[in-house]
Nanobody, 123 residues
Framework: QVHLVQTGGGLVQAGGSLRLSCAAS????????MGWFRQAPGKEREFVGA????????YYADSVKGRFTISRDNAKNTMYLQMNSLKPEDTAVYYC????????????????WGQGTQVTVSS
């Protein structure tokens, strides 16, 4: 089992950058594939990207590819989401999540979730 705590987020102007962190409790963090999702008001939760347990593989939604980067430090039990060139349409509550096995994009496949953090991009 893993408990996820998110930090970071806030308000930024369009074109700016933010970094989110997701810290996991327990000694099994390195066994989990980790993902980031986001949910804007009135919309369904959508996949942003994910990283394999080793950090060797990543996969991104087309909407963030080339702007967002996911990384992890298994020694620190932490995953990161670096967001650059932010756009107003990136405004949402961002969630980190954990799953066993390969990278998947469906939220239902992730069994553990962070508490969510607001990212607001002003135009």
């Amino acid at each position: 089992q893993v408990h996820l705590v998110q930090t970071g987020g806030g308000l930024v102007q369009a074109g700016g950058s933010l970094r989110l962190s997701c810290a996991a409790s327990g000694r099994t963090f390195s066994r989990y594939t980790m993902g980031w999702f986001r949910q804007a008001p009135g919309k369904e939760r959508e996949f942003v990207g994910a990283i394999s347990w080793s950090g060797g593989d990543t996969y991104y939604a087309d909407s963030v590819k080339g702007r967002f980067t996911i990384s992890r430090d298994n020694a620190k039990n932490t995953m990161y989401l670096q967001m650059n060139s932010l756009k107003p349409e990136d405004t949402a509550v961002y969630y980190c999540a954990a799953t066993r096995g390969a990278i998947v994009v469906a939220a239902i496949e992730y069994g553990y979730w962070g508490q969510g953090t607001q990212v607001t991009v002003s135009s």
